[in-house]
């Protein structure tokens, strides 16, 4: 495979200049935009644990105390807007999750406070977020098309999920109007954001703000989700200090991380000043419901043979391969198709709308098995993700040393499946002694068990993650019938 320097999520808003800005004037009904990422599928639906026979629902998960979804309070305890509750019952949410229910009242809390919120992948931050913005905006006729929230989040792909979500959430509130702020493909852009929220990628929504197109000046939160992969990433990082710093001085800061490594927190305690916080220990990180498997292999090549092998199962659900670079995820595109298979890729060398295609036809399940870089690692939620393959596991690499393990990417890539309650496999492709290392690093970081899968008897594999998978996919055929 090829030696390119691998892809992060960092370099995109640098690739890609153009902005898109659509203003939304009204949300689209909840069954149209696509669950995923709206959250309309996950309708309070029974569940089956991992072990394959014993079924446990939601709402069983939800009242253990253990468990990251648990909660001891309602939504309507939460002190919500009537019209905001209405807007949940109708995605189904029945309960708060952990995150949820003791983020909201600091997040609400009046007058407003900053704030650092770290919780599993799947439980729901967005949703914690979101309330907080819908619960903080003015919607009488002369403020509703005047910014009052900007939501950043690293990728493209996100943003636009992220405003599905408040789209669906918020459809009974009148006069809300979402913008968003990406990167395009033409220089189309309105003179002014007349909204009353926007969600967008730093670059582009400082280059509005630079250009005048967005007023900062009544913006009263600033949420940045993925707040640790934004602030790490030198260019990212500066953008968003560039454009908290147009914001008035009493703005709300919020970030939210699934991981918040310790270079990168104190760090965000100055971004966020004061702030109240929700932390968990990275042996709390790892989602029970995922199954972490790993597969030997001799090298390369056998690593692509063993993916070959493994179609049949990518397509049982939907599934995301996650390989280092672009041009591996090309390579490995253009063989699998010339072999028959159904695949589709989506990595930062694809530009505006196309990439948009390519995720919606993945949320539809047009394409079920995609392959990309960690542009996807991180926020993307299509429930009926039930396996995740580390074609190559991910590391930081500095020249002329060993490569060491992405903690917060394996976490990250790893979390597409098993989301909020569902059960899915990660599988990682294990070459040579370094990338073996890094697993047994993996495995002590988080604390978590990581099984080696015997290649030797493919059916014996299929069996046994065909059981998790149709069990996860299960779920989502009863959680979509409840609709
Ligand atoms: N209270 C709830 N009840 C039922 N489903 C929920 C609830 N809250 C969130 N969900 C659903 O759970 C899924 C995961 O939520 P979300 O994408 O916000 O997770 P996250 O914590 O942001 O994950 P990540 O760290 O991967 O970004 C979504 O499909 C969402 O609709």
Redesign the pocket.
């Known amino acids: 495979m090829s030696s390119e320097t691998p892809e992060t999520t960092g370099s995109l808003a640098d690739r890609i200049t153009k902005p898109d800005v659509t203003p939304d004037t009204q949300p689209a009904a909840a069954t149209e935009d696509g669950a995923?990422g709206?959250?309309a599928q996950?309708q309070?639906s029974e569940l089956n644990e991992p072990d394959y026979t014993v079924e446990v629902k939601l709402s069983d998960l939800q009242a253990d105390p253990n468990n990251p979804l648990f909660s001891a309070k309602t939504f309507e305890q939460l002190g919500l807007d009537e019209r905001i509750l209405k807007g949940l019952s109708k995605m189904?949410?029945?309960?708060?999750?952990k995150v949820?229910e003791r983020a909201l009242p600091l997040l609400m809390a009046n007058p407003a406070q900053n704030f650092v919120g770290q919780?599993q992948?799947?439980?729901?931050?967005?949703?914690a977020f979101v309330l907080n913005v819908l619960s903080r905006l003015d919607l009488s006729p002369d403020m509703q098309t005047r910014p009052q929230a900007l939501i950043l989040a690293p990728t493209r792909e996100l943003a636009r999920q992220i405003v599905g979500v408040i789209q669906i959430m918020g459809q009974f509130l009148e006069g809300l109007i979402i913008g968003t702020a990406v990167p395009a493909d033409s220089n189309t852009r309105p003179a002014r954001m007349a909204c009353s929220v926007v969600v967008g990628t730093p670059g582009t929504v400082m280059d509005m703000m630079k250009k005048r197109i967005l007023a900062p000046n009544d913006i009263a939160v600033l949420v940045l989700d993925e707040a640790d992969n934004m602030l790490d990433l030198q260019g990212m990082g500066d953008q968003c200090i560039r454009v908290k710093s147009a914001l008035r001085p009493t703005t709300q800061i919020v970030l939210f991380s699934?991981t918040f490594p310790e270079h990168v927190s104190e760090y965000s305690k100055k971004f966020a000043k004061d702030p109240n916080e929700i932390r968990l220990q990275h042996e709390e990180l790892t989602v029970e419901g995922i199954k972490q498997l790993y597969i030997d292999c001799n090298d390369e090549e056998e690593k692509y043979n063993n993916l070959v092998q493994l179609y049949g199962l990518l397509t049982v659900g939907s599934s995301i391969i996650f390989v280092r670079t672009r041009n591996s995820a090309a390579e490995i595109e253009k063989r699998m198709v010339a072999e028959g298979h159904t695949v589709a890729s989506l990595t930062g060398g694809i530009e505006g709308s196309q990439r948009d295609t390519v995720i919606d036809a993945f949320r539809s399940g047009d394409a079920k098995v995609l392959i990309t870089t960690n542009v996807l690692a991180?926020?993307i939620?299509v429930?009926t993700v039930s396996l995740v393959v580390n074609y190559d596991i991910p590391d930081h690499h500095t020249p002329g040393r060993p490569r060491e393990p992405d903690f917060q990417t394996y976490l990250?890539r790893i979390?597409r499946t098993g989301?909020?309650g569902r059960i899915g496999v990660a599988i990682s492709f294990v070459s040579n002694q370094e990338e073996w290392n890094m697993l047994r690093k993996i495995q002590q970081h988080f604390g978590c068990q990581i099984d080696r899968v015997d290649t030797g008897d493919w059916d014996e594999v299929e069996e046994v993650i065909k059981k998790t998978i149709k069990n996860s996919r299960a779920q989502a055929n009863f959680a979509a019938n409840q609709q």
Request: hydrophobic share 20%; glycine share 24%; aromatic share 6%.
């Open positions: 995923d709206a959250g996950l309070g189904g949410f029945r309960k708060p999750s949820q919780s992948s799947g439980t729901g931050k967005t949703a699934a991180r926020g939620d429930s990250h979390g989301r909020f």
